[in-house]
């Protein structure tokens, strides 16, 4: 077995592959994307569930945990080069999707159209109802998503893969995925989603606030502001329900000098920029940024072993 040097070089290769590929040809079709996959195994393991409060959760604890075994299973018997793993990698990530998403939103409302952005914003990026949402709303809710899934959707994911290899980073998107699909406290899903979250809570722990970290970096570089995305994160994060979405999205706000809000939940933030069209872009440059760090972090990682060799020589 290769030290655990040469794995953490290969794995964070194998990431830089994932990100390349990611962003030049985006997502696959749904009816081919993995995650589609995971979905239609989980809505499977919905129909099937029993009604019983109990046996329900316990369904949910046993459907969850077979699939990290089939699906982590499958990812392990990929091949092993570094090129074929972030191929694969790739298709887990979603950094290209969200991106152009949240610029549609930004364009629709660029033009005026509310309408539009409001049936893009529920399309694509979050669930909550989009009809009745102000202009300055939507374009908030866009930057909030975009922040939060910064976190869920590319650090969370790569974390993943340079820690437990492809398996791991399949084993989160399930967890992930899940969580989107059963993790609601309704009826329907309280008991049956129950553990998903409390897996989700926990694998973003790390990612959550090492992505808020990213964005000051970021900000500081931006616009030198990375002292106070620090402060609104550390203040705001743990107004929001979830232990972890508060952090990028507190951040994110610091970082725009705005206030994120979402009715009758919480407010993040205490800017007094108003949300619109232009800061989408300027969140979306943020968003960049945050990327160009996470790719030169991950380029050191994969050539250290060949500054190694060159030193011994």
């Not at 029993?50 to 299973?73: D, E, K, N, Q, S």
């Amino acid at each position: 077995m290769p030290p655990i040097s040469h794995l953490i070089q290969q794995r964070a290769a194998a990431a830089l592959a994932a990100l390349a590929i990611d962003a030049v040809f985006g997502d696959p079709p749904n009816h081919l994307h993995p995650v589609g996959v995971m979905g239609r195994w989980l809505r499977w393991g919905e129909r099937l569930a029993p009604a019983a409060p109990g046996a329900r959760l316990a369904w949910g604890t046993v459907w969850l945990a077979g699939g990290w075994v089939m699906f982590g299973g499958v990812a392990a018997l990929a091949p092993r080069h570094w090129l074929a793993q972030g191929a694969l990698a790739s298709l887990l990530l979603a950094y290209h999707g969200l991106d152009r998403a949240v610029a549609e939103v930004e364009a629709a409302l660029a033009v005026g159209d509310l309408a539009k952005a409001r049936r893009l914003l529920g399309w694509h990026l979050v669930s909550r109802p989009t009809n009745d949402l102000s202009a300055a709303e939507v374009a908030g809710a866009a930057i909030e998503s975009l922040a939060e899934n910064l976190s869920d959707s590319v650090v969370a994911p790569l974390l993943a893969l340079l820690t437990g290899g492809l398996p791991g980073m399949v084993i989160y998107r399930l967890t992930n995925t899940a969580d989107a699909m059963w993790g609601y406290r309704t009826e329907r899903f309280e008991h049956l989603g129950k553990v998903a979250a409390r897996c989700d809570d926990g694998f973003n722990l790390a990612p959550a606030r090492l992505t808020a970290l990213l964005i000051a970096l970021a900000a500081q570089l931006a616009n030198r502001r990375g002292g106070v995305v620090l402060a609104v994160a550390w203040r705001d994060a743990r107004r929001t329900a979830s232990p972890n979405a508060g952090w990028p999205m507190a951040a994110m706000a610091g970082a725009l000098d705005t206030v994120l809000t979402k009715r009758e939940h919480y407010t993040l933030g205490t800017g007094p920029r108003i949300a619109d069209a232009a800061l989408i872009r300027e969140a979306r440059r943020i968003g960049r940024m945050v990327m160009f760090l996470v790719t030169g972090f991950l380029f050191g990682l994969s050539v250290m072993r060949f500054v190694k060799q060159r030193s011994t020589l």
